[in-house]
């Protein structure tokens, strides 16, 4: 089984698709700026199956097959610029979005390229860079018994780099991959987390999308 | 009962929207630059229930109680414009989103203030301008047998306005209203149509949104 590296892992958003990949059989390291804060939480965390979670530093998630970003926004960009060598070749799965809290909602930033994977995929051109994971509830992910049932939308412009994600999305439990196109939907993919999220806060609920009336 | 004019109402998202506001109990007029056009559309609409369609200029469905924008979106502005006076002191809802084909996906396109709710708003500075049903389908919701069980997520800047469609969205057959929060939020949920088309022609699906774990 490949080994997946969760880069800025230890936050609610990482160690939720960390326990997850971890169930469906994966190597997963949490990676972090600090590696014994990252073994820390790792070992606070029961995936289920044959797969593991270690935890460790950024380098060495970067070092796995496949690696996924999960650090805040702003600091996603120098995170994966200092590991660009180690990314090249792989593919890197982007789930980051750029949110500020305004009042009581959470509404979304447009970085210049109009998405933080855009952003990775210029600093990262040796990478295939696909984005994923974008609307999930973090807490519901984290627990295994939630009863979680997800669609994950998926967007990227290599088409099998995006085959491969779909694959790796649809073996973890609760979560179904729906390939959206290209990194062109990226903006909308990701802003539409602060939908999510606001209407969380509104409603004092834990929605996510599903994208009912399609053949799975 | 109020009275619903939506203007360039002839077209698949402006029909499906009317059928089922009739289908609630409204008036619909049915509005189009050209009027007898839309008369004649107008009859090929069955609504059940007390509500009525009744197709005009749209002068005429400018000069209903409420009204929704329903022209293609590089259109939209001119036309409210044009209907400034007549929409003051009025809700004005905006489902328009400003979409280019791109391939085999639509794509979102950002115009200046972000969004066609913000452009219809700045345009319309004495009217509520709110925004809904962005994500639905359109052959679906003109079908009333279509088993169509969608949320509608709502959003504007005027929170008795907003309650007010939400009212207005519930009571249509097959709709739940979501209330999201401000104008902030209008790039994100138009731009998710983009993503939701973009599904559906490639997975040849007419797929639309629900928001699971919310309790309605």
């Known amino acids: 089984m490949s080994s997946i590296g969760i880069l800025g892992g230890t936050g609610p958003a990482g160690r ?3 326990i997850r990949l971890a169930s469906a059989g994966y190597h997963v390291v949490l990676g972090s700026r ?8 790792a070992e606070t965390l029961s995936p289920r199956g044959d797969g593991t979670i270690a935890g460790g530093s950024n380098e060495k998630a970067a070092s796995c097959d496949i690696v996924v970003v999960a650090t805040p926004w702003d600091s996603a960009v120098a ?15 982007s789930m980051v979005n ?3 809290k305004e ?3 959470l509404v979304p930033l447009y970085p210049p390229r109009g998405s933080m994977a855009a952003q990775i995929a210029f600093a990262l051109p040796e990478s295939q860079v696909v984005g994923a994971f974008h609307h999930l509830p973090a807490n519901q992910m984290e627990n295994l018994d939630s009863g979680l049932e997800a669609d994950v939308v998926i967007f990227g412009d290599n088409d099998a780099a995006r085959t491969q994600v779909a694959e790796l999305v649809s073996a973890m439990p609760g979560l179904t991959a729906i390939v959206a196109g290209s990194m062109s939907l990226a903006s909308a993919v990701e802003a539409f987390t ?3 999220i606001s209407i969380n806060i509104r409603h004092k609920a834990h929605s996510y999308v599903k994208l009912a009336g399609l053949a799975h």
Chains 1, 2 share one sequence.
Request: proline share 0%; glycine share 8%.
């Open 34 to 41: 600090d590696g014994d804060r990252a073994a820390q939480v």
């Open 79 to 93: 995170t994966v610029k200092e590991f660009k060598s180690l990314l090249a070749n792989k593919i890197v799965i």
């Open 16 to 18: 939720g698709v960390a």
């Open 103 to 105: 009042g009581r909602e």
């Open 98 to 100: 750029a949110l500020a």
């Open 194 to 196: 602060a939908v999510c």
